[in-house]
């Protein structure tokens, strides 16, 4: 939470800036004054900080268009799509359960999709499909923020502040 980077929705119900826009922006402190959380915000673009409700906040979540931003370069192969930088794989991918009668999007995770998932039948269980034991073998990187923070424990260098900003501009 401390640090994680959000989407501030804006607060059209002020008229000045910087609360009234959009923004990205770092969770820098948390308080919870007259029983509401409040997140203290640094917004990334305007360079400021402020005061906001929970419910002006959204996670940011990884699309095909943040990772190009980051540097991942997309591959495909046989109509599937893999993003690959600094020789990590990362993909998404769509689980049938027929028999159970579910359809599960995996999200973004650090895999190689394209060619299936390997032991595929390891992850099936009389109850459906075991998502807890599939995000152990191929991690979830659907929030950003995890995958920013993967690249780092790799010690891949990227600017995450940097990336969020120029992104800000294009896409937000």
């Keep these: 939470m401390l640090g994680d980077y959000v989407k501030y929705q804006g607060n059209g119900s002020i008229i000045q800036e910087p609360l009234h826009s959009p923004d990205v922006a770092r969770i820098d402190g948390v308080e919870k004054p007259f029983n509401e959380d409040r997140a203290y915000l640094f917004l990334l673009t305007k360079q400021q900080y402020i005061w ?16 190009k931003r980051i540097g991942f370069e997309e591959v495909k192969r046989d109509g599937y799509i ?64 995890d995958l920013f923070t993967y690249l780092r424990q790799h010690n891949i260098a990227v600017n995450p502040e940097r990336i969020l900003i120029e992104g800000n501009k294009a896409f937000i």
Aim: aromatic share 16%; charged share 15%.
């Design 82 to 145: 893999k993003y690959t930088f600094a020789n990590i794989n990362v993909s998404e991918s769509i689980i049938n359960v027929l028999d159970k009668n579910q359809t599960i999007s995996t999200g973004f995770c650090i895999a190689d999709f394209t060619k299936g998932i390997n032991n595929i039948q390891q992850f099936s269980t009389k109850d459906g499909f075991d998502l807890e034991n599939f995000f152990k073998t191929y991690q979830s990187v659907q929030n950003l923020n």
């Design 52 to 67: 906001s409700s929970f419910q002006n906040i959204r996670p940011i979540f990884t699309t095909d268009q943040w990772l």
